[in-house]
């Protein structure tokens, strides 16, 4: 589980899995609230969409992939507490895969 302060650049990196990949993909990530330690299903609303952005070599692994944030003032606006997020990857061929659940704690800052 990862854990971020509300109000900070959250961010956090989708690596390629299997295939080639050229950052022609189309990747799209959503954050929604999780209940109960729970996957809420694909209906459930969207709390906030990361920002998508592909980089070719992602180190340690050299491995292709792609940073997905959330802004600072997005994340403002989330209420402290439990969520979950994937991220849905639709490769050049068409072809569509989904990345497992990834928890997230939004802690509250102090300051």
């Known amino acids: 589980m990862m854990k ?6 959250f961010t956090t990196i989708l690596l390629a899995a299997s295939g080639e990949v050229t950052g022609a993909e189309v990747v799209t990530a959503s954050l929604k609230k999780a209940r109960n ?13 990361f920002e998508v952005t592909f980089v070719a070599e992602i180190l340690p692994s050299k491995k292709p992939g792609w940073h997905l944030t959330i802004p600072a003032a997005v994340s403002d606006t989330l209420t402290p507490g439990d969520y979950v997020s994937d991220a849905r990857v639709v490769m050049a061929n068409g072809v569509i895969e989904y990345s497992p659940p990834n928890f997230i704690t939004v802690e509250q ?3």
């Open 37 to 49: 330690g729970a996957v809420p299903g694909p209906t459930a609303p969207v709390m906030a969409s």
């Open 4 to 9: 971020f302060t509300r109000g900070e650049t």
């Open 109 to 111: 800052r102090v300051t």
